[in-house]
Nanobody, 120 residues
Framework: QVHLVEPGGGLVQAGGPLRSPCAAFGLTSSSYAMGWPRQAPGKEREFVAAISGTGGRTYYTDSVKGRFTISRDNAKNAVYLRMNSPKPEDTAVYYC?????????????WGQGTQVTVSS
């Protein structure tokens, strides 16, 4: 059984860094491109970042380019999203997802989501 777990998230001040991990259980994460979709209240879901199975290719939506960094450690079956210079508009529930299609089509495996709140 596949589980994606995101134990991070929380409250952060605008400008302060936040690092969110995703641990994968029941699948070999290196076989999947992984990504972080997010959903804010009243807004459509947005795929903010993705990383290929080897880690050699990354994708970022325009609003987070230069501020967010996605990385992975396949030895630990883990993916990370580091948010540098977060803004209040980055407040959302962030999900870990094993992609269905590169670079931003979600697949069937989802984490439970972690709330990230950026205060001004």
């Amino acid at each position: 059984q596949v589980h994606l777990v995101e134990p991070g998230g929380g409250l952060v001040q605008a400008g302060g860094p936040l690092r969110s991990p995703c641990a994968a259980f029941g699948l070999t994460s290196s076989s999947y491109a992984m990504g972080w979709p997010r959903q804010a209240p009243g807004k459509e879901r947005e795929f903010v970042a993705a990383i290929s199975g080897t880690g050699g290719r990354t994708y970022y939506t325009d609003s987070v380019k230069g501020r967010f960094t996605i990385s992975r450690d396949n030895a630990k079956n883990a993916v990370y999203l580091r948010m540098n210079s977060p803004k209040p508009e980055d407040t959302a529930v962030y999900y870990c997802n094993a992609l269905g299609r590169w670079p931003n089509i979600p697949g069937d495996y989802w984490g439970q989501g972690t709330q990230v709140t950026v205060s001004s």
